[in-house]
């Protein structure tokens, strides 16, 4: 039996429960002094949890506890000063990342490792003989339908920071190989010259031109600076300029480099450490005037901005661009230029918006990422995979959406239901996600998948696959597709060898309540 | 509701404290039954319901047997009435899956059927309410978090009474209170009936009591986030790795901290719950004692998760029979009983053979030529070492095959090249801390400090020493505490890299 021996003195005993009980209601007390406001988790660049209501129905009763339980994980009081004393134990005592997602390097450089960044850049994740045909594969099914209708393209590549800082990576990251960009770049034959850019080159020698205060990329965060960017957007012109003769980029002398008066682009207010950790940066400040005029995003596309020339003489270009995150610091640059842009922020090519945006150019402008984050998916209007779907005959996994049997399984904060003739899921937010029912798949053969999924917004659906070798999650085993508001027809060909039969759903980036009406897995091929 | 979520410790905490202290004495009971209630049913409500079918039908079945004391063949058949319903319980909970699944491949293996048999929990039908509540999406069972300790402590509580070790508890808040109390429901100390049977109609929170609770507590939160969690960072990552992948350098790192992971979490829950215990009034048993130190098997196992060896030793080994019997007897009575005591641990052949090697162990360790190699110098910690090696691979690999590999590059045979997975990728310098930090408070240095300190303000409270020595104590203990805190915090961080991406 566990005994109190006397080892303290009663006036001990008393500071000591003191300090405990004070420790334990701290954080009641801070959330009754701050608003909830000051201790919101959106610097973490997520939605938080809502607060909790209670409707008279069972499943609200039921499921009380977990909402009030992921309410309170993201609003307990003191949860930020926690969490900046935890980052700042890590970074600056103990010479560690606070969080996976981004690695510490030398001299506190930041270098993002979320989704295994890191393993693909150093050419330690690459892509199979297979996969790197199917993407070969994939572009040029993607160049042919854009040059039946007229519309030229470019694919504007940007690396990873680690490929253009490597010296300032932790000790143990050694560079093994290409990268999965550069592995596909070199599968893509000489006709491709005029269509690709990768400006990679451009940025190790922007990088020499380096000052303590004046670094090309930002050194706690993970993509370039303006100088970084200017250089790019550069490259990007010269190539833009083989396709449109009038366009040229703007000499540097219409800039001027100034200290950045904010941070930019920084880990740190992720940390919590905002106050603490700074970089020294500059910015590129236009001296001519500006015309671009942003317009803001479509009605119906909350990932979408439109930029338009003020005073445009009309015979500029309007260009569509399909982008990730590096093309933030680009955007001021790359606007000025074009009497429309329409700037997307999704990885996948959505064949709908083309047809009928109708531009003149269709921009891919995307980091190294791009190849660690999507699967060669094309829509089926392009590759046919409802054709396969259908010639298919092996039926591997047949759903009924009207008693969700087999059950699609809810995790994180999802809820499933079956009601009105159709299996619905609700998501609060991107990270929840639903399991599908687990399949065998059949050797040598391919699985071609069916959903039919009503979304009540253009958003992003993610499949996410698993492999005997890697048996998890992670977004590189994932097929994104875009859905559209309303009913859409899905169908996607699981072409990657080994699979386990483990499919994770995660319906759209956005949370809401989607609708499932049918989903089905067959098999063909030997 | 785990002790290390900042639910608990920020809000459920303080208020149970709260409630307890502010309660006269009587209902004191009746509030730390309805937290109880609320702590288990938190994630899952449904087994809430069947706690309360557990605590309905063994305090009747106690009941039962105290009335029936005068008449053994009767109260013998309650009490295995009691077993059976218990162990029934136990059994289709957290063993049907298992036995339905190899009851399915031995068909198979002799042709009977064509392919494995669905999973168990299909046969429950496919209600809302079953594929909701009772079985998982694969098909599987759903377990009842905690129900291996509080079937156990129900067995005892009737078998106590059966023994005339302790008379039935006539009140069913009481009783309740025994089979749920919070602090060890889920994780244990596994309690004895006998041992808080007095506690729960009289108890006494004292202020020494309390503030030994506090250092319990805090010392356990303290394991378990300071030193499990982050050494369970790359144990994560590293038993991910593939067959091609694992280095044998990787490997010996992965079971160091996978070792050191499982002490921490076990012994810091054990911590936590016997300081809950000392803050509500309540006595539990000591749960662990410097395990590594053990110069053997058999002294590992009164080291270790202490209230389960003596509770196999007690209600199983000395009811088959003990050391009563014939040498070959015990031998297997030994056997056997660690190797119940190893499926325990969990429905899976690695728990199985896990339990059986350390039975195995035990038998040779009697043998007079084994006993005096043990008192060697040296050599006996290193066998106890390889024997935890090689016993907790079993415990945290998917199945044999990936435990045989995972052996396999512990003795070299691990893939030779690191380039794809150097040290460092697994291994940030706050896991190197929470590595040197764990062997050094696994050894008796730590402890040995301690009781020199304890030695000290005992001796003299009043010294100048004495009194450094217990403000540095809270000192270290508040930090401690915040510190904790911080990484409880850090477990809630959750940063992404784009909003809109």
């Given at each position: ?474 977004r590189r085993r994932a097929m994104p597709v875009g859905l559209h508001p309303g009913l859409n027809e899905v169908y996607l060909a699981l072409s990657t060898p080994d699979l386990n039969g483990a499919l994770l759903l995660r319906p759209g980036r956005r949370g809401g309540k989607y609708r499932v009406l049918a989903l089905e897995l067959r098999a063909a091929g030997e | 509701m785990l002790f290390s979520s900042p639910i608990f410790l920020f809000l459920f905490l303080p208020l149970v404290l709260a409630g307890n202290f502010a309660l006269p004495t009587r209902w004191r009971n009746a509030w730390l039954l309805g937290a109880s209630l609320l702590f288990y049913g938190w994630g899952e409500p449904i087994f809430a319901l069947f706690m309360l079918l557990s605590i309905g039908a063994n305090w009747v079945f106690g009941l039962s047997v105290q009335r029936l004391r005068d008449r053994p063949s009767r109260a013998k058949a309650v009490v295995a009435l009691a077993v059976v319903f218990n162990l029934g319980l136990l059994g289709y909970f957290k063993y049907a899956d298992f036995v339905w699944e190899q009851l399915g491949l031995a068909l198979h293996a002799l042709g009977v059927i064509d392919g494995p048999l669905p999973r168990a929990g299909i046969l429950l039908g496919d209600s809302e309410f ?81 503030a030994y609770g506090v250092r319990r507590f805090v010392v356990g939160l303290g394991k378990k986030c300071l030193i499990a969690n982050v050494c369970f960072v790359p144990v994560d990552r590293i038993f991910a790795l593939g067959a091609g992948e694992l280095t044998t350098e990787l490997a010996w790192i992965g079971i160091t901290c996978y070792c050191l992971h499982l002490f921490y979490d076990f012994s810091g829950y054990s911590d936590m719950a016997i300081g809950l215990g000392h803050m509500v009034g309540f006595r539990f048993r000591e749960n662990f004692d410097m395990p590594f130190v053990s110069r053997s098997i058999t002294e590992f196992w009164r080291r270790w998760h202490i209230s389960l ?193």
């Amino acid at each position: 039996m566990s005994t109190a021996g006397r080892t303290s003195t009663p006036k001990h005993d008393i500071v000591l429960i003191v300090l405990f009980v004070a420790s334990l209601v701290a954080p009641v007390i801070d959330m009754c002094v701050r608003p909830m406001e000051a201790r919101t988790p959106t610097v973490e660049l997520r939605t938080p949890a809502p607060v909790p209501t209670l409707e008279p129905t069972l499943e609200s009763v039921a499921t009380l506890p977990v909402r009030v339980e992921s309410w309170w994980k993201d609003f307990f009081g003191l949860r930020d000063l926690l969490i900046g004393m935890r980052s700042y134990t890590y970074w600056y005592g103990l010479r560690s990342s606070p969080t996976p997602e981004v690695l510490r390097g030398k001299h506190g450089w930041v270098f993002f490792d979320g989704n295994e960044n890191i393993a693909c850049d150093r050419g330690a994740s690459p892509l199979s003989t297979q996969e790197v045909d199917a993407w070969v594969k994939l572009l040029g099914a993607r160049r042919a339908w854009l040059e039946a209708r007229g519309i030229k393209q470019l694919y504007a590549f940007v690396p990873s920071k680690l490929l253009v800082y490597p010296e300032e990576a932790p000790e143990w990251v050694k560079i093994l190989g290409p990268s999965r960009l550069e592995q596909v770049l070199a599968k893509l034959d000489p006709s491709w010259n005029a269509d690709v850019v990768y400006v990679k080159e451009g940025q190790l020698a922007e990088k020499q031109a380096d000052t303590p205060d004046d670094p090309a990329w930002f050194p706690l965060g993970t993509h370039f600076c303006d100088r970084g960017a200017f250089r790019a957007y550069g490259e990007i012109m010269a190539k833009l300029h083989e396709h449109f003769p009038s366009l040229s980029p703007e000499p540097k002398s219409n800039f001027k480099s100034m200290p950045a008066p904010r941070q930019g682009d920084t880990w740190a207010k992720r940390f919590y450490l905002d106050h603490v950790m700074l970089q020294s940066i500059k910015v590129l400040v236009p001296t001519a005037p500006r015309h671009a005029v942003a317009l803001g995003g479509l009605p119906d596309n909350p990932r979408s901005d439109q930029d338009r020339l003020d005073g445009a003489r009309g015979d500029e270009p309007r260009i569509l661009v399909f982008h990730d995150s590096n093309a933030e610091r680009l955007r001021p640059f790359l606007s000025e230029h074009f009497r429309e842009v329409l700037w997307i922020w999704r990885s996948d090519f959505d064949i709908d918006l083309v047809e009928s945006w109708k531009p003149d150019l269709v921009l891919f402008l995307f980091g190294d990422r791009f190849f660690l984050l999507t699967s060669p998916t094309l829509d089926p209007r392009i590759q046919d995979v409802k054709s396969d779907f259908d010639a298919a005959s092996e039926i591997l996994l047949s759903f009924d959406p009207v008693k969700n049997q087999p059950p699609l399984v809810p995790q994180e904060g999802a809820l499933v239901e079956p009601r009105d003739g159709a299996t619905w899921i609700w998501t609060p937010g991107a990270s929840d996600t639903v399991l599908l029912p687990r399949f065998e798949p059949p050797p040598g053969k391919t699985p071609y998948l069916h959903l039919s999924i009503d979304s009540p917004w253009e958003t992003d659906l993610h499949l996410m696959f698993q492999t005997h070798a890697e048996p998890s999650w992670a977004r590189r085993r994932a097929m994104p597709v875009g859905l559209h508001p309303g009913l859409n027809e899905v169908y996607l060909a699981l072409s990657t060898p080994d699979l386990n039969g483990a499919l994770l759903l995660r319906p759209g980036r956005r949370g809401g309540k989607y609708r499932v009406l049918a989903l089905e897995l067959r098999a063909a091929g030997e | 509701m785990l002790f290390s979520s900042p639910i608990f410790l920020f809000l459920f905490l303080p208020l149970v404290l709260a409630g307890n202290f502010a309660l006269p004495t009587r209902w004191r009971n009746a509030w730390l039954l309805g937290a109880s209630l609320l702590f288990y049913g938190w994630g899952e409500p449904i087994f809430a319901l069947f706690m309360l079918l557990s605590i309905g039908a063994n305090w009747v079945f106690g009941l039962s047997v105290q009335r029936l004391r005068d008449r053994p063949s009767r109260a013998k058949a309650v009490v295995a009435l009691a077993v059976v319903f218990n162990l029934g319980l136990l059994g289709y909970f957290k063993y049907a899956d298992f036995v339905w699944e190899q009851l399915g491949l031995a068909l198979h293996a002799l042709g009977v059927i064509d392919g494995p048999l669905p999973r168990a929990g299909i046969l429950l039908g496919d209600s809302e309410f079953v594929t909701t509540n009772l079985i998982t999406q694969a098909g599987a069972i759903r377990l009842p978090i905690g129900i291996s300790f509080f079937t156990f402590h129900a067995l005892s509580y009737v078998i106590d009474i059966y023994r005339r070790d302790s008379d039935a508890q006539q009140n069913p808040v009481g009783f309740a209170l025994y089979l749920s109390l919070f602090p060890q429901l889920i994780a244990g100390p596994i309690l004895r009936y006998k041992d808080i049977a007095p506690q729960l109609s009289t108890r006494k929170v004292t202020l020494d009591g309390f503030a030994y609770g506090v250092r319990r507590f805090v010392v356990g939160l303290g394991k378990k986030c300071l030193i499990a969690n982050v050494c369970f960072v790359p144990v994560d990552r590293i038993f991910a790795l593939g067959a091609g992948e694992l280095t044998t350098e990787l490997a010996w790192i992965g079971i160091t901290c996978y070792c050191l992971h499982l002490f921490y979490d076990f012994s810091g829950y054990s911590d936590m719950a016997i300081g809950l215990g000392h803050m509500v009034g309540f006595r539990f048993r000591e749960n662990f004692d410097m395990p590594f130190v053990s110069r053997s098997i058999t002294e590992f196992w009164r080291r270790w998760h202490i209230s389960l060896s003596t509770w196999f030793r007690d209600y199983l080994y000395i009811s088959l029979g003990g050391n009563r019997v014939a040498a070959w007897r015990a031998s297997f009575n030994l056997i056997l009983t660690f190797t119940l005591c190893g499926l325990w641990h969990g429905a899976s052949w690695n728990f199985l053979i896990f339990g059986f090697l350390h039975g195995v162990l035990l038998v040779l360790e009697r043998r007079p030529a084994f006993a005096r190699v043990l008192e060697w110098p040296v050599l006996p910690h290193l066998y106890v070492l390889g024997v935890l090696v090689v016993s907790w691979v079993l415990f945290n690999c998917r199945d044999l095959a990936h435990a045989g590999w995972f052996l396999g590059a512990l003795g070299g045979a691990g893939e030779f090249s690191s380039v794809l997975h150097p040290i460092g990728r697994h291994m940030q310098p706050v896991h190197w801390c929470a590595l040197v930090a764990g062997v050094f408070f696994a050894l008796p240095y730590a402890s040995r400090l301690a009781a020199w300190r304890d030695g000290v303000i005992a001796s003299s409270a009043r010294s100048p020493r004495a009194q450094a020595l217990q403000v540095a104590r809270t000192a270290a203990l508040f930090l401690l505490f915040w510190f904790s805190a911080a990484e409880l915090a850090g477990s809630t961080f959750n940063p992404f890299v784009y909003f809109r991406f």
